[in-house]
């Protein structure tokens, strides 16, 4: 008698003879949290250690098809900055992907700053009070928060 495959994720026998690692209740799951991640790559340029996690549950192929797609989306958009690089370089340095296997140009390494960092927890570089990203300067102490912004004054 063949062994019983479990499913990976929930444990639960599978009776179909596919050998996926997962059964099918917990591929559906899988592959939502997956575009969950994508939309929040896309949006919030974050990716969280939680969410690599996820991610490690996936093919290879899964993960150099989404960073191929982000980096599309994100140079289509003209959004290829630093913050997007970073969060390329945190995908390409968790799944020691490589950009000649798939095929893109050599992605900026781009170190992830003090002042990102703050600026990412909505903090002002300048005094590390609480403020908004899209904040032109920090109301508390005048910090330039958007770079592209010139005073007037
Ligand atoms: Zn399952
Ligand atoms: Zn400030």
Redesign the pocket.
């Known amino acids: 008698m063949a062994e019983l495959e479990k499913c990976v994720e929930c444990g639960k026998v599978m009776k179909d003879d596919t050998h996926a690692p997962y059964c099918k209740a917990c591929d559906d799951k899988l592959d939502k949290q997956f575009d969950t991640i994508e939309d929040n790559v896309l949006i919030f340029k974050e990716l969280l250690d939680s969410e690599i996690e996820i991610l490690k549950k996936f093919e290879t192929e899964d993960i150099e098809e989404f960073f191929k797609r982000v980096y599309k989306k994100f140079k289509d958009d003209g959004n290829l900055n630093n913050e997007s690089l970073i969060v390329l370089n945190k995908l390409k340095s968790s799944f020691n992907l490589t950009e000649s296997k798939m095929g893109l140009p050599q992605i900026t390494v781009i170190k992830e700053t003090k002042e990102d960092k703050l600026l990412k927890n909505n903090q ?6 609480g ?1 908004q990203k899209d904040f032109n300067l ?6 330039r928060i958007n770079k592209d912004f010139n005073s007037k004054y």
């Open positions: 002002c570089p300048g005094c590390e009070k403020v920090c109301p508390y102490c005048g910090y």
